[in-house]
């Protein structure tokens, strides 16, 4: 499988979409926690949506993704941002593509690249996903899907024990929604550093 050309792909059906014009219901619910103003980085922006509803509001907005249009990070490789350098770092259903190590990482980047009081927003597909029961598994909570990408699936419980111990969690439930996928239950982090 190339990743690239799948998720390529996968952008170009997005961006036909009705939904792909408006910010998800996760992007609306997270700004009534973001300071005033600040800098912001969205991680696996996909069309980047989201990240023009929060430049629309007056953040100043990095969109970064593995496919343009975003600016081109892949989240396998160190996060190439100084420490301490956004207020917001974001991603809706942009996390799940990683081993348990790269993961653990991730998050830990993340974490020092907030200035301090930052946020961490991002909301997952959960372990309850019917998509899991129809998939193969690879290590814990992580999966061949039948569309052929590695995935991690999350739960409150794992993400308790995955996250920098620094964090101040704000929110973390299994009440998010997105319009694209129906009700899954998608679970829902606000942490603050
Ligand atoms: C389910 S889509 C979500 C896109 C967007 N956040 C949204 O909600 O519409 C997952 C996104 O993760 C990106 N992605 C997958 N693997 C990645 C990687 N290794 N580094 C950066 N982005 C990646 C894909 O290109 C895709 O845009």
């Not at 430049?55 to 975003?70: F, K």
């Not at 909301?123 to 039948?146: A, K």
Request: aromatic letters at 12%; charged letters at 25%.
């Amino acid at each position: 499988m190339d990743l690239k050309d799948y998720w390529t792909k996968k952008l170009a059906s997005y961006s036909t979409q009705e939904w792909i014009k408006h910010p998800n219901i996760f992007a609306k619910e997270v700004v009534e926690y973001f300071p005033k103003q600040g800098k912001l980085l969205e991680l696996a922006s996909g069309v980047g949506q989201d990240s023009r509803y929060f430049s629309s509001l007056g953040y100043d907005v990095i969109a970064t993704d593995l496919i343009p249009p975003s600016q081109l990070v892949d989240l396998n490789q160190p996060l190439p941002f100084p420490d301490e350098s956004f207020d917001i770092v974001y991603s809706h259903l942009g996390l799940h593509y990683f081993p348990i190590k790269r993961t653990v990482q991730l998050f830990s980047e993340i974490y020092k690249t907030l200035r301090p009081n930052g946020l961490f927003c991002t909301l997952f597909n959960s372990l309850t996903d019917p998509e899991v029961s129809l998939s193969t598994r690879i290590e814990d909570d992580f999966y061949l899907t039948p569309v052929g990408i590695n995935k991690r699936f999350f739960s409150v419980d794992s993400l308790e024990l995955l996250l920098p111990k620094e964090f101040k969690i704000l929110l973390l439930d299994n009440n998010g929604k997105t319009i694209k996928d129906g009700d899954n239950k998608l679970i829902r982090l606000i942490c603050q550093k």
